[in-house]
């Protein structure tokens, strides 16, 4: 049966909050028969803009308008290039669409609501422990929870007649790097330790205490601290964070079941909000920390301990078998052990059409003058280069990529999550990964490393390629001949040692040709040296193409050297009368300057002694003989 599918643009479902809302859109849509595509990416803990184009681009490789209904997180938006992005993308589609804690435009929205929690949150400081100095540490600028949540804690203190100081606000962004900015700040001595430290989420909230703690603070005698967000690492941190419970799950399934009540023809409100509720605890000093086992407390830390450790040992296998990879089979192998090892149905690696040849065969000034759009695009077609179903790996025929993953959109008889996430090394887009019901890339901090381990890895590999072709190039310059390509002088000493060992070792015999143009200077005279530089050329791939296996390198100005093994002088002799074929076949076709060349050889049985110089001695009068033999028939 043809299933609905829902498409989710989300970014971080390493947070809780973020992967309980996915949680809740799972369980909702697949109780209801419905296919989840989740189009995931991590951004606000990089900061280069490129790495963050590189991942946001995962939304623009779909056909949204191809889905049933679509759900975009509250912060897949906080970064303003993103919300155009998408902004512009929802433009086409004529679906349901809500936003999870943020309006767009005039779609429906469902939402906890952020003002009322954060409000009683700041009562109970002010009022139940009657404090007045109160720090503030904001969370994203243009996020409408945070916004909310700001907005509380000024109204509180306004209404309670606390002065609004703004060195007792910083600005946060939800992630480590901002909560800890804001400790420094805090710290900076300019004025005393508040009495409490009001944080937009959790995260800020563990950061900062566990920052203050460090160097000599006590909480909550000292300061006390609340999150947002009621995350597992609040509950288990110590202390525990006293913090706001949001109801994230309940969310995800709210905002599912509206997109299937309007698709059925239901009049929906706009606008939908879930009441969150406060959580005191050790934090603020309303719970006192349980000290009934120590000995349950240590195996508590333990268990953390080895949890920590077997992560750690996986991030570093990880980023090992990556930094290993010589080449895309290296690439391939390492992504192919690793998948059996995490816990999914169905995985697949899709690349863009030309993956390779846009990797390793361009050089390095094509690259770089790619355009962005070039970058960042997919291609019509992508490529599944790895595809794992079941427990073993399978052959899968490429698709259109606006579909994503094709199979969405056949006949199923199970619904399935589909995660996507982006394959890619800074902007430069290689394609996408789909995982399909797997745990594996929700709240996983492993996940986020793998994957920036696997682009760094692409871009490793093609500047391995680079330097490589770089090197060729540089040794080619040293032994090839600039004009002709085909071997100089170095290059020639370099083949004859090789090929006089060759001789030697399997007793077989070399055959070395002296080959001189005929009336060069005289060409150059009459026709110019451009006409003389082409004579040359055409020269040297006229004698080359006719001896494939052998080596022909120009040994002066309109000198030439043919070497290689021979077996008899038929064998020489039948060569030279395809070049001299192939001679007049070129003179045809051209009108004054005419190719002609005189040779000479000999076939040679190779001792130690043999020198290049003796070689060229023995043929050079044979080619002389030839020489003045067209002179006197041309008197």
Avoid at 41 to 54: S, Y
């Amino acid at each position: 049966m043809r299933r609905r599918n829902i498409a989710v643009l989300m970014t971080a479902a390493d947070s809780e909050s973020q992967a309980d809302e996915l949680r809740g859109i799972e369980e909702y849509a697949k109780s209801h028969g419905c296919n989840i595509a989740v189009f995931l990416w991590f951004t606000g803990a990089f900061e280069t803009k490129k790495h963050n184009l590189g991942e946001a681009n995962i939304v623009n490789l779909p056909d949204l308008k191809l889905f049933d209904g679509i759900i975009v997180v509250a912060n897949a938006l906080h970064i303003e290039e993103n919300r155009e992005m998408i902004e512009k993308l929802l433009e086409e589609v004529t679906c349901p669409v809500i936003g999870i804690g943020c309006k767009i435009g005039d779609h429906y929205m469902v939402r906890t609501d952020n003002y009322t929690a954060m409000r009683e949150l700041v009562e109970h400081f002010v009022l139940e422990h009657k404090l007045t100095d109160i720090h503030f540490v904001k969370g994203i600028e243009g996020n409408e929870d945070a916004e909310a949540r700001f907005r509380a804690y000024v109204d509180v203190l306004e209404e309670n007649n606390i002065p609004i100081i703004q060195k007792r606000i910083s600005d946060g962004d939800f992630y480590i790097t901002g909560a800890e900015k804001a400790a420094m700040e805090i710290m900076d001595g300019v004025l005393p330790l508040p009495q409490a430290i009001i944080c937009a989420n959790d995260v800020t909230a563990i950061t900062i205490s566990d920052i203050l703690m460090k160097n000599g603070y006590r909480v909550p005698e000292d300061v006390m601290i609340s999150g947002y967000d009621y995350s597992i690492e609040a509950q288990n941190h110590n202390p525990r964070i006293t913090s706001v419970r949001s109801r994230f799950r309940d969310i995800g399934k709210r905002a599912c079941e509206i997109i299937l009540n309007v698709l059925d023809g239901q009049e929906m409100p706009k606008d939908n909000y879930l009441p969150d509720e406060i959580v005191l605890d050790e934090s603020c000093g309303c719970v006192k920390r349980e000290s009934d086992s120590p000995a349950s407390d240590i195996r508590s830390e333990h268990g953390e301990d080895i949890s920590k450790r077997i992560i750690i040992h996986q991030l570093i296998m990880t980023e090992k078998n990556f930094a290993e990879c010589q080449n895309l089979e290296d690439w391939v192998e390492a992504i192919r052990d690793f998948i059996p090892k995490v816990d999914v149905t169905e995985f697949y690696c899709c690349v863009n059409e030309g993956f390779e040849d846009r990797l390793f065969e361009m050089d390095v000034m094509e690259q770089e003058e790619m355009t962005l759009a070039q970058r960042v695009s997919y291609t019509p077609y992508v490529h599944p280069i790895l595809a794992y179903k079941h427990g073993n790996f399978i052959d899968k025929k490429p698709f259109r990529s606006k579909y994503a993953f094709d199979e969405m959109f056949q006949d199923s008889d199970t619904c399935k999550m589909y995660v996507f996430s982006p394959l890619h090394y800074l902007e430069r887009t290689f394609g996408y990964f789909v995982f399909v019901d797997s745990d594996f890339t929700i709240a996983n901090q492993l996940y986020i490393s793998w994957l920036i381990s696997v682009g760094n890895a692409v871009e490793n590999i093609r500047k391995q390629r680079m330097l490589q072709n770089a090197m060729k190039r540089l040794g080619d310059m040293y032994v090839r001949d600039p004009l002709t390509g085909v071997y100089n002088r170095f290059g020639l000493d370099r083949y004859f040692s090789e090929i006089k060992q060759k001789c030697m070792i399997s007793r077989i015999r070399m055959q070395f040709s002296f080959a001189d143009l005929d009336n060069l200077k005289s060409i150059n005279d009459i026709y110019g040296h451009e006409v003389g530089d082409e004579i040359i050329s055409a020269a040297a791939r006229i004698l080359q193409e006719e001896a494939p296996k052998g080596c022909v390198a120009r040994y002066g100005g309109d000198e030439f050297v043919v070497l290689g093994t021979a077996i008899d002088r038929e064998e020489v002799e039948a060569y030279w009368s395809r070049v001299q074929r192939r001679i007049d076949a070129y003179n045809g076709l051209r009108t004054g300057a005419k190719l002609s060349l005189s040779y000479g050889y000999n076939i040679f049985e190779v001792e130690g002694k043999t020198s290049l110089d003796d070689c060229i001695l023995v043929v050079d009068r044979t080619m002389y003989e030839q020489k003045r033999a067209k002179k006197s028939r041309n008197n």
